[in-house]
């Protein structure tokens, strides 16, 4: 059974601190990665995708990818309250594949 | 430019009812997709649809069908509604087949199975 884990949280930050997320994955074949934010009663909304190993950096977002060790992480600098939701992590299945697995993300609060 | 639209937003069924959940883009995207979401499960993919006459089961068909009926519409029918279906259903699209794109989701339709 492939599968991607998220911890459930809460993850509680201060306002202006850094937000960790992380996100592991059993296929060692998964190529493409995806972090969506879903604010509560709303649909997921695409923030970062990432397919190499590194660090891609978009605004106050970086996304981190550790394929040795099936790892990809969210790291969200200066959080502000409006960044509080959850954070769902996406990896494909494997080359060629049409499918994506989800995580149960990972519900970050930020405090004012 | 609507993106992906959802028709309705919210529905209530009686057991063994059925119904139909449209979903429309006009992003000129090639595939789209039916997801469900739980509480605690996760978005699961119901079925999707890598091109426009082309649909595939995905990890939770069971009690779906689908019809891609062109490029930018793709309807999920329940044909007799169990309360087991109570969930969110998002519909989502991305620019070509392959999970190398990310989705671009539509709003998503509540329903309740009474």
């Known amino acids: 059974q492939k599968e991607v884990e998220q911890n459930s949280g809460p993850l509680s930050v201060p306002e202006g601190a850094i937000a960790s997320l992380n996100c592991t994955y059993s296929?060692?074949?998964?190529?493409?990665f995806f972090w969506y934010r879903q604010y509560s009663g709303k649909s997921p909304e695409l923030i970062m995708s990432i397919y190499s190993n590194g660090d891609k950096e978009d605004g106050r977002f970086t996304a981190q990818l550790n394929k040795a060790s099936q790892y990809v992480s969210l790291l969200i600098r200066d959080s502000q309250p409006s960044d509080s939701a959850t954070y769902l992590c996406a990896v494909n299945m494997g080359a060629g594949t049409y499918k994506y697995i989800f995580g149960t993300g990972t519900r970050l609060k930020v405090l004012a | 430019n609507a993106g992906v639209t959802q028709t309705p937003k919210f529905q209530v069924l009686k057991t063994g009812q059925s119904m139909t959940l449209q979903c429309a883009q006009d992003?000129?995207?090639?595939?789209m997709y039916w997801y469900r979401q739980d509480p605690g499960m996760g978005l699961r993919l119901i079925y999707y649809s890598a091109s426009e006459g082309t649909t595939d089961k995905g990890e939770v068909p069971n009690g779906y069908n689908v019809s891609r009926l062109n490029k930018r519409e793709f309807s999920l029918r329940l044909e007799s509604a169990a309360p087991s279906q109570t969930s969110v259903y998002f519909c989502?699209?991305?620019?070509?087949?392959?999970?190398?794109?990310?989705?671009?989701f539509g709003s998503g339709t509540r329903l309740t199975v009474v």
């Open positions: 989502a699209t991305s620019p070509t087949g392959g999970a190398v794109y990310g989705y671009t």
């Open positions: 296929d060692r074949g998964s190529q493409s």
């Open positions: 992003m000129n995207h090639n595939s």
